[in-house]
């Protein structure tokens, strides 16, 4: 059975602090599919992004990056000089290659995220 | 702005009575999902169509009754639902590429239906 796990349930910072958002998943699939999305109080999840599970390569975009280790079968994201735009509830999810059209998610707990002056 | 647009915003409905919700894309995606997310819980998946078929129910109640009527439109009829019922309601596409395979597709949400069961 798949599970993601978000240990951290509520994170406070101050403007323009870095913050990591943690991500631990399980899985007995060697395809699989790691994705970040962000829920601000309108209540839409935004994707955020996509890994596979064979491209370990870490990405950057803008002050967002993410780092994938599947030694540690951990997909952290890492906010850079955080902003009070980016408070909002972070889900990682997990969802598994198969047959079909549709995809099926395996979400977090999920962070809330909340940036202050 | 999302491009997948959920109607009614918010829902007050007693335990007698039926209702739907509505949801609507226009970007051409064959993949429609609905989802329910109680508060301070992630989104819980119930329903997935894939090409306007029905492709998986995660052993939802029967008081919910999905319908998609085209590649569009997404409906969820609701009868003689339960307090517990209570929720925020969100609808999801995706492309659903035949050949991609399940699983490596993004989803794309609509703001969802606060749903209140009296």
């Given at each position: 059975?798949q599970k993601v796990t978000q240990a951290q349930t509520e ?10 958002l943690?991500c631990v998943y ?8 790691l994705f970040w999305y962000k829920q601000?109080?309108?209540g839409e999840l935004v994707f955020l ?39 909002a509830v972070y889900f990682c999810a997990l969802s ?7 995809s099926k998610l395996t979400f977090g707990t999920g962070t809330r ?5 | ?32 999902y609905w989802y329910k997310q109680k508060a301070k819980k992630p989104p819980e998946l119930m ?11 995660e ?28 929720a925020l309601y969100l609808?999801a ?14 989803l794309?949400f609509?703001?969802g ?6």
């Amino acid at each position: 059975a798949q599970k993601v796990t978000q240990a951290q349930t509520e994170i406070s910072v101050v403007e323009k602090e870095d913050v990591t958002l943690d991500c631990v998943y399980e899985t007995r699939d060697t395809t699989y599919y790691l994705f970040w999305y962000k829920q601000p109080p309108s209540g839409e999840l935004v994707f955020l992004i996509r890994r596979n599970s064979f491209d370990e390569q870490n990405e950057i975009s803008g002050r967002y990056s993410w780092n994938f280790q599947k030694s540690t079968s951990s997909f952290n994201f890492t906010i850079t000089a955080s902003q009070v735009v980016d408070s909002a509830v972070y889900f990682c999810a997990l969802s598994e290659r198969g047959t079909g059209t549709a995809s099926k998610l395996t979400f977090g707990t999920g962070t809330r995220l909340q940036v202050t002056l | 702005d999302t491009e997948v647009t959920q109607t009614p915003k918010h829902l007050v409905m007693g335990m007698t009575n039926k209702k739907s919700l509505k949801c609507e894309q226009h970007m051409g995606h064959r993949a429609m999902y609905w989802y329910k997310q109680k508060a301070k819980k992630p989104p819980e998946l119930m329903f997935v169509y894939s090409y306007e078929k029905l492709s998986i129910n995660e052993s939802v109640p029967s008081r919910f009754s999905p319908e998609c009527p085209n590649s569009s439109l997404l409906n969820l009829h609701l009868h003689a639902l339960q307090p517990e019922d209570s929720a925020l309601y969100l609808c999801a596409s995706s492309q659903g590429r035949p050949g991609q395979g399940r699983g490596y597709e993004k989803l794309f949400f609509g703001s969802g239906t606060q749903l209140s069961v009296l």
